[in-house]
């Protein structure tokens, strides 16, 4: 995360946000299969 809570990616893919421990949540990038 930059310092003013921007999120960026270095893939493409999928973005998740997700639950982790003790409450806190959490941004995955998942890449995309190309078929």
């Known amino acids: 995360m930059g310092r ?3 999120i960026f990616a ?3 893919g999928e ?3 997700e639950w982790a421990s003790k409450g806190r949540r ?3 990038v998942y890449p995309v299969e190309i078929a």
Request: proline letters at 0%; a neutral charge.
């Open 26 to 28: 959490r941004v995955s």
């Open 4 to 6: 003013d809570y921007t």
């Open 15 to 17: 973005v998740k946000f």
């Open 10 to 12: 270095v893939v493409d």
